[in-house]
């Protein structure tokens, strides 16, 4: 919904930042390229505010929740009114963070074509578009599924915005690490549509989510480090040693897959098989990543970062089969657990 990364990636909003031939191309359109009306770029570049890359953590995260949430019975209509309201709060939280990193975005190259760092909207009409939609997710989830699910929604972009961007963003290198919650929100509002509460399998995947976050981010900051720098913000890889973020990057990879393996006994064989490989080579990665530093070598960090998108939907895919598959837990299958 967001994280954070929110410049991320990754999933959801995540703080970090994604980056995208589909964005560069979104950008280019909204500055002045290509035969388009000037109606059509004042409406690339609301929808540029959004983040529309940033969002794909929507889809990844939230749909296997509820899927497993309401094992063996597939309800469309629920899903698809959840990812709209959700899609509405990442979009909102995304949208207010252009409009409180829009100094910042000036200065670094990455994001130097958003609408706010190109003037291509007015501050105060993102600012607006944001909180408009901020208030119409909070109602959209609250009517189509319940009020706890619309509160979810309303905390992560809250604390997006005035925890990570406005508190931690620029005065911590432990940025990401806290402010990476925000990004693991679309578990909990996924979860609680379908049952009402929070359980623990979407505490779970909050975790594997909020630990992912770092190795994802940092890989992408080690590549962009000089963009970070000139813009002031100090992200871990700007304060530190490649070896000791790489070296972070490790603990959180094994972290992460340890957090999916915690989630096997309310899942399947399935998933814990998928799991299970995908983690594997996951902590290759991150371990040739932290050796090939240690050896004084050329690496090659936006790797770890492309790759770390591609393990965490192979998880949720396998989630998401296992889920709906409906076969018995691993739980009930090897302690009869009901």
């Given amino acids: 919904m967001h994280g954070v990364r929110g410049e991320t990636v990754r999933i959801g909003q995540q703080p970090g930042g994604a980056h995208g031939s589909s964005g560069a191309m979104l950008a280019d359109r909204v500055t002045g390229s290509g035969p388009l009306s000037a109606a059509t770029r004042r409406v690339l570049a609301y929808i540029a505010l959004t983040k529309p890359r940033v969002i794909e953590l929507l889809l990844v995260a939230t749909i296997p929740t509820m899927l497993l949430a309401s094992r063996g019975e597939v309800r469309i209509g629920l899903i698809l009114a959840t990812l709209f309201g959700g899609w509405m709060g990442a979009a909102s939280a995304n949208t207010l963070n252009c409009v409180a990193d829009a100094d910042i975005d000036k200065v670094m190259k990455r994001t130097s074509k958003r609408p706010l760092a190109r003037e291509a909207v007015p501050t105060r009409n993102a600012f607006v578009f944001g909180v408009t939609l901020g208030l119409a997710s909070f109602a959209w989830l609250w009517w189509q599924a319940n009020l706890l699910s619309g509160a979810l929604v309303v905390a992560t972009i809250l604390f997006y915005v005035f925890v990570y961007t406005l508190g ?5 290198s432990q940025n990401v690490v806290w402010g990476g919650a925000a990004g693991c929100m679309p578990v909990l509002v996924g979860w609680s549509a379908v049952t009402g509460t929070i359980g623990w399998p979407s505490i779970v995947l909050f975790l594997v989510i909020f630990f992912w976050t770092p190795p994802h981010t940092w890989a992408l900051a080690m590549r962009y480090k000089e963009d970070y720098k000139a813009a002031g913000v100090p992200m871990l890889p700007v304060v530190a040693t490649e070896q000791a973020v ?6 959180y990879t094994w972290a992460t897959v340890l957090a999916t393996l915690a989630l096997a006994p309310a899942a399947g064989v399935i998933y814990a098989a ?35 998108n591609n393990y965490l939907a192979v998880v949720f895919c396998g989630l998401a089969v296992d889920s709906v598959l409906g076969w018995h837990t691993l739980g009930h299958t090897l302690f009869g657990w009901a």
């Fill in 168 to 172: 931690l963003k620029r005065r911590t």
């Fill in 246 to 251: 790489t070296k972070q990057i490790v603990l």
């Fill in 274 to 308: 998928v799991a299970l490989v995908a983690g594997a080579w996951f902590l290759l990665m991150a371990h040739q990543l932290y050796s090939g530093v240690r050896r004084g070598e050329s690496v090659k960090p936006l790797r770890l970062f492309l790759q770390s």
